[in-house]
C-alpha cells in the first residue's frame, strides 16, 4: 500500500509555471506507475500525464503536451510535475495517483491510490 500527498499548487498568472510534487509513503514505491490527474468544477476528472515504474515509458494528455514535464525520483519516493506556459483552461485540482499494472494507464479506474489533490488555479 502505499499513501500519496501532493503539494505545490497556488494562484499564478497565464503564462507562468508550477511545479507540484507528490510524496509517497512505502518501500515499493519504485514498482508503482505513477500519475496526474485534474479536476475542475463541473468536469470529470481527466488524465494528465504518467510515468512508468523505471521512467522508461512517459504519457501525455495532448492538451499539455510540451507544456508540462513528468519525473520522479525513486529513490526519494517522489514524482514531479512542471507546468510551464499555464492557460486558465489548466485550473483544476491535480491528484497524484499510483498503480500496480505492467501498463501505463491513462485512465483514472486503473489506478488504486490517491492523493488528496492540490488546487492550481491560473488566472487570465
Known amino acids: 500500500q502505499v499513501q500519496l500527498v501532493e503539494s505545490g499548487g497556488g494562484l499564478v498568472q497565464a503564462g507562468g509555471s508550477l511545479r507540484l510534487s507528490c510524496a509517497a509513503s512505502?518501500?515499493?514505491?519504485?514498482?508503482?506507475?505513477m500519475g496526474w490527474f485534474r479536476q475542475a468544477p463541473g468536469k470529470e476528472r481527466e488524465f494528465v500525464a504518467a510515468?512508468?515504474?523505471?521512467?522508461?515509458?512517459?504519457r501525455y494528455a495532448d492538451s499539455v503536451k510540451g507544456r508540462y514535464t513528468i519525473s520522479r525520483d525513486n529513490t526519494r519516493n517522489m514524482v514531479y510535475l512542471h507546468m510551464n506556459s499555464l492557460k486558465s483552461e489548466d485550473t483544476a485540482a491535480y491528484y497524484c495517483?499510483?498503480?500496480?499494472?505492467?501498463?501505463?494507464?491513462?485512465?483514472?479506474?486503473?489506478?488504486?491510490?490517491w492523493g488528496q489533490g492540490t488546487q492550481v488555479s491560473v488566472s487570465s
Open positions: 512505502g518501500r515499493t514505491f519504485s514498482s508503482y506507475n
Open positions: 495517483a499510483a498503480d500496480l499494472s505492467i501498463v501505463l494507464h491513462t485512465t483514472s479506474s486503473h489506478y488504486d491510490y
Open positions: 510515468i512508468g515504474q523505471n521512467i522508461g515509458a512517459i
